[in-house]
């Protein structure tokens, strides 16, 4: 069974751009999360998607956003980029609806914002 | 506080040495404790998991959790230079899609 793929693996971006990243889940998968990965802040939870609906929500600005399509793919976005938003960024399937669902990550997209 | 606080490392140790990493947690509604490992330029793998107190054995490691002092542990025995990671806990309540992680403890098996 194919893993969660991430594309692109390494961007690099500009202050004031946009950025689009996308997910791939593994097959069956309904839930996608999105993680973001800092040396400093460590992981910490963005957002969850669930049958194309928003299910929970981290703390991040409203500059964080993302949506999932009917086939579970998943895709985030980050505007007005700032130089802390240089991170990792993780994404995670799971079947989403049970207790004790374990995440499985994908390999993650490296943002560097210039 | 932090949520979860988990000693950074490094830790290094020699091949076949016992490992012991540790993680506090200050909610004490979190009912399920996961380990993840994470090598370096991939996504978090997840290793093992527990439900409430108690220890579970998988090979060579071994998770356990003291919920009345809430401190999770995570031993791995006979060390092996492939064990070199770092090592995330994430305790959570039944939202298992919303994890807290820790900062990671980074181990180093030297052979």
């Known amino acids: 069974k194919a893993g969660v793929t991430q594309t692109p693996r390494y961007l690099i971006k500009t202050r004031g751009q946009q950025v689009t990243l996308s997910c791939s889940p593994i097959s069956g998968h309904r839930s996608v999360s999105w993680y973001q990965q800092t040396p400093g802040q460590g992981l910490q939870f963005l957002f969850e998607y669930f049958s194309e609906t928003q299910r929970n929500k981290g703390n991040f600005p409203g500059r964080f956003s993302g949506r999932q399509f009917s086939n579970s793919r998943s895709e985030m976005n980050v505007s007005t980029l700032e130089l802390g938003d240089s991170a990792l960024y993780l994404c995670a399937s799971s079947l989403g609806t049970a207790d004790n669902s374990p995440l499985h990550f994908g390999n993650g997209t490296r943002l560097t914002v210039t | ?111």
């Not at chain 2, 793998?45 to 542990?73: C, H, P, W």
Request: aromatic residues 14%; contains cysteine; proline residues 6%.
């Open chain 2, 1 to 111: 506080q932090k949520e979860v606080e988990q000693d950074p490392g490094p830790l290094s140790v020699p091949e076949g040495a016992i490992v012991s990493l540790n993680c506090t947690y200050s909610n004490s509604a979190f009912q399920y404790f996961m380990w993840y490992r994470q090598y370096s330029r991939k996504g978090p793998e997840l290793l093992m998991y527990t439900y409430s107190s108690g220890n579970k054995e998988d090979g060579r490691f071994t998770a356990q959790v003291d919920k009345s002092s809430k401190y999770i542990s995570l031993f791995i025995r006979d060390s092996q230079p492939s064990d070199s990671a770092t090592y995330l806990c994430a305790p959570t309540t039944y939202n298992t899609d919303k994890l807290i992680f820790g900062t990671g403890t980074r181990l180093q098996v030297f052979p």
